[in-house]
């Protein structure tokens, strides 16, 4: 027989987003719920208890999470990070050279298609050239999503292939040398490392 007086959980709804459930094996919907113990008289709410802690529940399956699950990248988010970083990498390098390089715009393109976007052309390029904003911010926020789904030796090769764009117009410069240490650190590769990438990939252009 159920007790008149008893204490009783009650959740709200209060977001919607999408998140890796483990249960699911893939990314799905999620709903965020908010709650509070209470006392019920008769199964009715009537005097608040101590708060719930918000999580997160599977729409499809019902498991419930607690919100760090929302720090683990989606399958769709880690499918885009590769591309964006590589674009905003690529962006810097021709930004910290001659954006008018024919050889150096082509190199970049190149990068940029390998990196998952295949429809991008050289309009593409000076489009994202010619969009203003702040791209120290933006890079750092592309590069730091992408740094953490890369074993280190990818990482040394990502930004290898960003100073062949570099290198593709000419012997570095030192404005150049600096776009392609700080990539490196929002990469989270150590200076020293990234200087050692750096010169490797300058042995082994090809010279004219």
Not at 154 to 159: G, I, S, V
Request: hydrophobic share 45%; aromatic share 6%; proline share 5%.
């Amino acid at each position: 027989m159920r007790a008149i007086v008893e204490q009783r959980f009650f959740f709200s709804t209060t977001g919607h987003g999408s998140c890796h459930c483990e249960r699911c094996g893939g990314d799905r919907a999620y709903r965020r719920l908010t709650g509070r113990r209470w006392l019920t008289f008769l199964l009715v709410p009537v005097l608040p208890l101590a708060k719930a802690p918000d999580h997160l529940q599977c729409i499809v399956c019902g498991t419930r999470y607690r919100l760090d699950l929302l720090a683990l990248p989606t399958v769709a988010q880690m499918q885009a990070a590769l591309p964006a970083g590589a674009q905003a990498a690529a962006v810097a390098m021709l930004r910290a050279g001659d954006p008018r390089s024919a050889s150096a715009r082509h190199r970049a393109v190149e990068v940029i298609r390998e990196a998952g976007l295949a429809g991008y052309d050289d309009a593409a390029l000076e489009a994202d050239l010619a969009r203003p904003g702040r791209p120290a911010q933006e890079l750092a926020g592309q590069l730091n999503g992408l740094a953490g789904q890369l074993v280190d030796q990818a990482r040394w090769w990502f930004l290898a292939d960003v100073v062949r764009i570099g290198l593709a117009g000419g012997p570095l410069t030192q404005q150049q040398r600096r776009a392609a240490l700080q990539i490196g650190a929002q990469l989270g590769i150590g200076a020293a490392r990234a200087r050692d990438v750096i010169t490797m990939t300058e042995q082994g252009a090809p010279s004219d």
